[in-house]
């Protein structure tokens, strides 16, 4: 290849990696929302988050329609063929990402109105802020190339998992207990399953960055509990 050529072809390359990110910061934004309009009961902010999770569908497209065209064009090798389609997969989590936050935002609307349940509210709000953080590390892990960073997020899902289940069995008791909660404790089940899923994109996107920098696969069996409800 030309000069001109190598180097139009590695800006393509960086623009895909820089729009990931971008769309990594859109999701991240999305989830810590989603968990805010549920700790605070935050109608307008739920409605919000349902309403941007069509940008991200719109990056995702974009992003897919890039990496496709760079695969057919350029036919690229080895790590850089590893990096666009990197790019591709990830994004599909990203997007899968946004819209469990939406599906949070929805079941936050619909909870507005219902008993606030704050100890529940509390135990959803600390899971949620881990998925978080796991969603974030694991980012800064693709921005950074960092594959030790990304190797701790999968390594951590279980602690997510503990969490559900923790979840799980509270709102069992609240139902037990007083059975007219048991519409607003299912919508809180559903809102946990959520993060649960969203704590599983987040350690698909370490298993990813791992194979786009090593080209391997991580070998060993993600660590991860039987959760309690699918």
Known sequence: MTEHTVKSYGEELNHLTAEVTRMGGLAEAQVADAIECISRRD???AQAVVGRDERLDTLQTEIERKAFRLIALRQPMAVDLRHAVAALKISMSLERCGDLAKNIGKRALILNDAEPMSALTRSIERMGRLVQSRLKDVLDAYTALDVQRAINVWSSDEEVDEHYNSIFRELLTYMMGDPRTIN???????????????????????????????????????????????
């Open 43 to 45: 109608a307008t902010l």
């Open 184 to 230: 607003a404790c299912t919508h809180l089940l559903f809102v946990a399953k959520n993060l649960e899923r969203i704590g599983d994109h987040a350690t698909n996107i370490a298993e990813i960055i791992h194979f786009e920098l090593t080209g391997e696969e991580i070998i060993s069996q993600r660590p991860k509990l039987d959760v309690v409800a699918q």
